[in-house]
């Protein structure tokens, strides 16, 4: 039975691939941060299949204790600050765990394990001022976030790990996927769950950024089984993972409220302070290598994606209200 190891695994790619993994027959166990307040809300239904172990991507110590207790066949490395914004509020933690934490984690599988295959999750965000459209794994990266530049630094030092060390180390660099398990601060399920909430009378209005931003959105169920087909390849590559579909905020919005009976426009107002410092306008992923070499493709369509959560945000308040 092939065991694997999941940073991150109480967010939403991570409890996503757990499930897949589970699946597969694989063990799973998953690192969390030791915290007063535990959040397993995406994984509570996983509890009993599953190992929870503490372990920091701030401390190499403990990522060396896991590795060696377990002994993983596959590492996937999802943590991370992972909210633009935030990053610019603290770039220096986001530095510290988006960039240096997977330095932490390859130089932990070097020391105890070197057959150790590993997953780095990189982001779209590394192309921010896009120098090609669509983009590919050859488009050059130009970060427009401290998040951005942290996921740059996480990618090179992989790929100079396994062009150093031999390691079997990938990076997918996924596009913007979503899902019902998404954060609420990130835009779709702001969206989504804003929708519901005007659908059953709880609020009146949405507050919203740059309506006409651009991004290639696609399912989180979909982009796990990506990570985990890289990591069963003969050779270790990086791959873009992406629909190859662009659609703007305003799209999203227009679905969400439309699937629900109402006019966007009578709710949604544009607030300057949701605004970024440095704005990305255009993602869209050119995914050809990943659909030629991993034989992947997604299967979710961005409709279905979107009205998928407003569902799921619907019946969850509904819950919530006794309705």
Not at 55 to 74: C, K, T, V, W
Not at 139 to 162: C, D, E, L, M, Q
Not at 220 to 226: F, N
Not at 253 to 264: M, R
């Amino acid at each position: 039975m092939k065991r694997a190891l999941i940073t991150g695994v109480t967010g939403q790619d991570g409890s996503y691939l757990a499930e897949f993994l589970l699946e597969k027959g694989y063990e799973v166990y998953g690192i969390v941060r030791r915290a007063s307040t535990e959040k397993f809300e995406r994984i509570a239904h996983l509890m009993d299949t599953i190992e929870i172990i503490q372990g920091d991507l701030l401390d190499q110590n403990s990522l060396f204790h896991a590795l060696d207790a377990i002994r993983p066949h596959e590492v996937y490395n999802l943590a991370a600050q992972s909210f633009v914004p935030t990053s610019w509020n603290q770039p220096l933690l986001t530095g510290e765990i988006t960039a240096l934490g997977v330095t932490r984690m390859l130089e932990a599988i070097k020391m105890v394990d070197t057959s150790i295959r590993f997953y780095q999750a990189s982001s779209s965000e590394m192309f921010g001022k896009v120098r090609e459209v669509p983009q590919n794994e050859k488009t050059p990266f130009y970060p427009r976030s401290p998040y951005g530049v942290a996921k740059v630094y996480g990618h090179w030092i992989t790929v100079n790990y396994r062009e150093s060390y031999d390691l079997f180390a990938c990076s997918g660099i996924l596009f913007n996927h979503e899902s019902p398990r998404r954060g609420m601060e990130f835009v779709t399920r702001k969206i989504t769950y804003a929708a519901a909430r005007i659908k059953l009378g709880l609020a009146d209005e949405l507050r919203l950024g740059n309506l006409k931003s651009k991004r290639d959105w696609g399912y989180a169920g979909d982009y796990v089984r990506a990570m985990w087909l890289m990591l069963q390849q003969p050779e270790p590559d990086d791959y873009v993972i992406a629909t190859g579909e662009t659609h703007a905020v305003e799209e999203v919005v227009e679905i969400a409220f439309t699937h629900l009976g109402l006019d966007w426009h009578d709710y949604v107002k544009t607030d300057p302070k949701f605004f970024r410092p440095a704005e990305v306008d255009l993602l869209v992923g050119d995914c050809a290598k990943a659909k030629n070499v991993l034989g992947w493709k997604p299967r979710v369509s961005f409709q279905e994606l979107i009205t998928m959560m407003v569902d799921h945000d619907l019946e969850d308040l509904q819950a919530r209200n006794g309705e």
